[in-house]
């Protein structure tokens, strides 16, 4: 029975077959129905189906089957536990894909210290957590604590598994792009550049090779290579539509690579397209509680202003400022996206002490978030900008 559930899990998450993955949970829950309750085979099967519906981008149903398999299993009343703490670590990445980042990172947090006391720190299991963890402080915009999350992750795979494992290459691409949001680029080239000669032909796990180029894509961008950005993203778009789906995130993120490399060769209107089409994409996964997603519309808002449509233009940045209070963290855009609210309420002229308002709630979010930096800026914008 148990290999039954196994194999659902495989079926449905490792060979993305969600509709005959959920077939085999309703066999083997039939099965069960036959024999002496099984609380940790039901919670299996419970996890099984949430990888099922997570690959089926219903994450509604995921979330809520990974919740029924952990409340079983902690009727167990076992302290550290293998499976309670996987299922702790799916469910916080739904959380963090949901943007409940606090609650994620309680979950992760309560996962990896059971892991750790289970397996040590040093074990791969761990690492893979580690890697969740510099994922979740993407989520909350904090590049300085990834970098140091995915490196955790990198020296343990390193050390098992050597330097051309999936996994180990996945944790340097990663940092990589963690050093990119810091703008540390001459470092993120550097790296790069390292690991594609250790890599020699390249990597062999398909989703690596996917990562590879979106990494080369924003590197080049970053470098203010416009035109080989655009040719590396849309390679990778193009496989990874092919080896997953349209409606996935890496897709969405992908495709929000391309869009920013065509508003670097002034094309607005084709960044318009991308852009648009990224965010929709976003909202079919129910993921606009996150950054990334707020990042589509602001290249949205970009291209609006360089086509000369200001009240689109407002009504996107309005809906841009809408998505970000709905996340935690990421002051950086939340600054940004007030400021850049304010001044188009302010070029409109028929709302300037809403203007005023909004950016004054900028400074307060600097000041409350203790960055200084941030603060200035929107001190500078309100000393500029005085009502009659």
């Known amino acids: 029975m148990q290999a039954l559930a196994t ?7 490792r060979l993305e077959r969600p509709a005959e993955a ?39 149903a995921s979330l809520a089957a990974y919740q029924r398999a952990l409340d079983g299993l902690l009727t167990l009343h076992i302290a550290d ?12 990445w739904l959380l963090m894909e949901q943007g409940a980042l606090g609650a994620a990172r309680r979950e992760f947090g309560l996962a990896m210290q059971s892991r750790e006391r289970l397996l040590g720190a040093g074990h ?4 893979s957590l580690w890697s969740n963890v510099g994922e979740l402080d993407l989520a909350f915009g904090d590049f300085a604590a ?23 290459v996945g944790m340097e691409l990663l940092t990589i792009r963690s050093l990119l949001g810091l703008s540390r680029l001459p470092e993120a080239v550097r790296r790069l550049s390292s690991l594609e000669q250790t890599l020699g032909a390249g990597p062999d796990a398909p989703s690596t090779q996917l990562t590879l180029r979106q990494v080369r894509a924003e590197v080049a961008l970053a470098s203010g290579q416009g035109r080989e ?20 995130l890496e897709c969405a993120f992908t495709e929000l690579t391309l869009a920013r490399a065509h508003l670097a060769a002034a094309d607005a209107e084709r960044t318009l397209t991308l852009a648009t089409d990224s965010a929709h994409r976003f909202e079919q996964l129910s993921a606009t509680r996150t950054r990334k997603y707020s990042e589509a519309l602001v290249v949205k808002v970009d291209a609006l202003k360089a086509l000369a449509r200001p009240a689109d233009a407002l009504a996107a940045t309005e809906q841009l400022v809408t998505a ?7 002051t950086d855009l939340k600054v940004s996206a007030g400021l850049r609210l304010a001044e188009a309420h302010w070029k409109g002229a028929a709302d300037r002490p809403r203007a005023i308002t909004v950016a004054e709630r900028a400074l307060e979010l600097a000041t409350e978030a203790q960055r200084p930096e941030l603060a200035a ?6 000393s500029t900008h005085h009502l009659p």
């Open 124 to 127: 791969p299991l761990s690492a």
């Open 229 to 248: 950005a655009i040719g590396l993203a849309a390679e990778a778009l193009r496989r990874c539509e092919e080896a997953l789906r349209p409606v996935h």
């Open 146 to 168: 990834a970098v140091a999350s995915f490196e955790n992750a990198f020296a343990v795979y390193l050390r098992v598994k050597g330097p051309t494992a999936s996994s180990t």
């Open 377 to 382: 800026e929107a001190t500078t914008w309100l």
């Open 22 to 60: 959920l077939a085999l949970a309703n066999v083997a829950r039939g099965l069960l129905a036959r024999v002496p309750k099984d609380v940790r085979l039901e919670a299996l099967l419970d996890e099984a189906e949430g990888d099922a519906r997570w690959v089926a981008a219903d994450n509604t």
């Open 7 to 13: 194999q659902t899990s495989v079926v449905g998450w």
């Open 324 to 330: 970000l209070s709905a996340i935690e963290g990421n």
């Open 81 to 92: 536990d293998a499976d309670v703490s996987r299922v702790r670590g799916a469910i916080a």
